[in-house]
């Protein structure tokens, strides 16, 4: 039996019907991209709290947007000290500071 011009136009809508959708669930679960990318050439940013958490993510993706500087202002000097080099590390750039902050001694 063979199949006719509409059947056929039919299996390959639905197999590129398919494709995008199987592209979109893949977009959607590996996360956002951030398609703006700020330039923060020539900007100072001071990141509170930057040793864990979304603090230290910030850090991490604002050091691949090239700020004249970053400081990580944290409480614990071990661990921002930590964080800074990882930072480094991660990212291969000299920028990136660390400041003892403690906002419970105000």
Do not use: W
């Not at 809508?13 to 050439?41: E, M, Q, S, W």
């Amino acid at each position: 039996m063979a199949l006719s011009g509409v059947a056929i136009g039919g299996i390959i809508g639905g197999i590129a019907a398919f494709v995008i959708v199987i592209a979109l669930l893949k977009r959607f679960f590996n996360g956002g991209k951030n398609i703006h990318y700020p330039d923060l050439t020539g900007k100072i940013v001071v990141i509170t709290g930057a040793n864990t958490g979304l603090g230290f993510i910030s850090a991490r993706e604002m050091a691949k947007l090239n700020a004249k500087q970053i400081i990580l202002a944290c409480r614990s000097e071990q661990r921002g000290t930590d964080a800074v080099n990882q930072i480094k590390k991660d990212c291969k750039v000299d920028n990136i500071e660390f400041m003892q902050l403690d906002l419970n001694d105000l």
